[in-house]
Structures are given as C-alpha cells and as structure tokens.
C-alpha cells in the first residue's frame, strides 16, 4: 500500500494510524496470531480489494494483521478506551472544529458555514449514521471529507488518539474486520517478518517490558500461575494484554504483606506499565490492601481484592462450633474458591470446608483457609485440559469468569480528558 502505517474497519481508514508507531497497533489492537501471510487465493476478501488498488503486481503472499472489530473493541476497552471516554473525546472535537473554523467564515449562507452550524446541534448517534451511510457509498478504503473540515465526517480525525478513533469506528462498525497490512515491515527484499519477531528483538536489544502490557502481581505463586492458565484457556484472545511475575523463576517471596510492599517499590519506581496488585478476598488480604489506603498511588496502578461470590456467602466452614455454613468473603475467599464447586468437591461429594485459624484484631475476624489446596488445584487443572470451547469453560467456571471480568474492568475509567 504505502510507507505509510493503515490501518482499516472494514472499508474505512483510520485517520491517525500514520501518527502511531506499528507496535502502538501490534501490541494494543492484534495479538501474534492474528498475522497472517497468505497466497491472493485465500486472502481475505477485504484486503485484496484494497491491496490490490495500490500495486501494479500486488506482493504475494499477502502480509497482514486481522481481528473482528468486537474483539479489538473489548481490547481497547482493556486499556481504558470506554464509549463513554471515546464519545467525550469526540464531542470536544466536534466544538473546537466549529470553533475555530466558524471564526474565518465571513458569509453566513456559505455551504461550509451552513454546514458548521449543522454540527452544533449533531449528536454522536446521527454523526455514526451520516458515517455509516458514507461508507455505503465511498468508492475508496478513506471517507471523503476526511481533509474538510467543515464536512461532518472530518470529526473522525478530531480526536488525536488513533486508538480512539478505532474504538469509534469499532462501534459503527461492530461486524467489520479490522485489519493492518504489513508490506512496509518489508526490508529491501528480504522476507517479510512478523511485527512480534521485530518486536521481541528491539525488546531484547532494549531490554524493556513488552509496551502496552498490564503487569499482574498476586499474593504468591499460586495465584499467578492459576489466574494466567485459566486467562489463556477462557479468554485466549484477551491473554496478550497481561503480564504475569514469575515467582518461581526469580525465587520471589509470597504472602498479602508482600505484595503491598512490592507495590509500594514499583509505584515509587516510576514503572510506566500498568499495575493491577490483585489480592485474596480474605482476612490477609484485606488488611494489606487497607495498608495501601491512604498512599499517593499514581493512576498507572490498580488495586484489587477476589471479587466476592455468591458461592463463598454460603460455605461450609470448621471452627470452634464444629461445621458451620458461613460467609466466607472476606475472611477466607483465597484463590482455591474460584476454580469451581466440582474442584472444591471432595471424594464423598462435599465441599471442601474453610478451616477457620487465628483470629486477626485489626480486621476483628478470624482468617480462614480452605483444607486440601493441592486437591483443588490439581482438580482446576484437569477441568481447564478438559475439551470444550472457552464459553463452555467459562460456563463450568463460574467464579473464575467473575474473577478474570473483574481484572478486565481494572482500568475502565482511567483514561481522563484534558480540561
């Protein structure tokens, strides 16, 4: 196409693609499968009709980055870009383009002052069906207009962040692929590289963290290895926008404590990826994390406790009154209690009961821990090798799906507008 970064919703370009780099796209928008090198006889449709308009012997195979635009917008939705955040973005470029252009209009009855006076009162869901009716009609991938400033599909490229203009056009667009072709990683013949090769060896040569990758510390190994497999195995296609500590692999030190103080060390270190600290619903956990109240933590970093269930409201506990059904959020909800009621199930058929241990002062509860944790994570593991899609796992999970919902939802609403 060009040397120029395109990136497309279906048959409509977004506007600030060439203002971002490749891995802004790479990293944020696809994952490393979604590249895809194929011959013109199995490209996909949409991007042989553009390809081809800009080659007189178009390059085979074709190279190119695919995602449906519903994927691509939870992702966007991962990082922050909500509608409510894309929408705002949008209305306050709509006012500073009839702003400043309405100064320099001198006669009132132009087309184009006509036209400026039409935007005052245009709402976003008219604008997306004046986009919708202009993509019908558009005999090229880019909107005409897109340079007019007065033309109400110019309010595309109001925004500066590409990422949402994508996240607008993923909404008009909810059924359009969304795709990048990837001719201009071509290097003066040589075979085309994926985007992620090229990536990992500025990574290495850099030796930087994976831009654009949300870092996740747990209370301890378990929790991180468990909260990763069952990421990968119920929302593959979300997994690439995490990553995990390797508590193992640097010998780390675990427990509730630590991880408030692991957070505390990377806030003041300035780290520019995002940190959500993610700790157990229990009596450990909620004291850490009230540890953290009241320090100056910048926007960058999210704390969170395992959501509560409606299954730990209800569980059989051991104490000193002997076995007692009680609500366990709180006080003895670690991660053993969202790898779903067949893992917490023993050989007799009953749940696995809480054991309730010291009593904690400052919480005024006693903490509780479930018996048998080996039993129930070895059982998790079987049911996520088990066959099935991922919306059947996640069926059969559960508190796992609130769980990973919640980590999901971390960062909506960070994203503020200037002003």
Not at 154 to 163: I, R
Not at 227 to 232: E, N, S
Not at 308 to 333: D, H, R
Not at 380 to 404: D, H
Request: proline share 6%; glycine share 8%; aromatic share 10%.
């Amino acid at each position: 196409m060009s040397d120029e970064i395109e990136l497309y919703v279906g048959r409509v370009a977004v506007p600030g693609a060439g203002l971002a780099g490749w891995r802004v796209f790479a990293e944020t928008v696809f994952t490393e499968a979604e590249f895809l090198a194929r011959p013109r006889a199995t490209a996909h449709r949409d991007v042989r009709r553009w390809v081809d308009r800009y080659y007189d012997y178009p390059p085979e195979p074709y190279h190119y980055l695919r995602a449906t635009a519903s994927v691509v917008r939870k992702r966007l939705l991962i990082q922050g870009y909500t509608s409510d955040f894309c929408r705002q973005a949008w209305d306050i470029a709509r006012r500073q383009t009839i702003s400043i252009w309405q100064r320099h209009m001198s006669d009132p009855s132009s087309t184009a002052a006509q036209a400026l006076a039409a935007m005052e009162d245009m709402t976003f869901e008219a604008w997306a069906a004046e986009i919708q009716a202009r993509a019908r009609q558009a005999p090229t991938g880019t909107l005409g207009g897109r340079y007019n400033p007065w033309d109400v599909v110019s309010l595309l490229d109001g925004p500066d962040d590409p990422l949402v203009q994508l996240a607008l056009l993923t909404e008009i667009f909810p059924r359009a692929p969304v795709w990048m072709d990837c001719f201009f990683l071509a290097d003066y013949g040589s075979p085309i590289r994926s985007p992620y090769e090229i990536a990992r060896e500025e990574d290495h040569e850099a030796a930087q963290y994976p831009s654009g990758k949300i870092i996740v510390l747990t209370e301890g190994r378990t929790d991180s290895r468990v909260i990763k497999a069952a990421l990968q195995r119920l929302y593959p296609e979300f997994s690439g926008a995490y990553q995990f500590v390797d508590f193992e692999e640097f010998r780390l030190e675990g427990g509730a404590s630590v991880l408030a103080k692991m957070v505390r060390i990377l806030a003041g270190a300035g780290l520019q990826n995002r940190l959500l600290a993610i700790f157990d619903n229990d009596v450990a956990g909620v004291e850490a994390m009230g540890s953290l109240r009241g320090a100056k933590l910048p926007q960058t970093v999210r704390l969170m406790t395992l959501p509560s269930t409606p299954l730990a409201s209800a569980y059989p506990t051991i104490g000193p009154n002997g076995l007692t059904e009680m609500n366990v959020n709180g006080a003895g909800a670690a991660i053993e209690l969202y790898l779903g009621r067949s893992a917490l199930t023993d050989d007799n058929g009953r749940l696995r009961p809480v054991r309730w241990q010291h009593w904690n002062k400052p919480i005024g509860r006693y903490h509780g821990a479930i018996d048998d944790k080996d039993a129930v994570i070895k059982a998790f593991e079987n049911i996520l090798a088990q066959p099935g899609s991922p919306a059947e796992v996640r069926r059969r999970l559960p508190e796992m799906e609130l769980l990973l919902r919640s980590i999901f939802s971390a960062f909506e609403g960070q994203l503020r507008l200037p002003g």
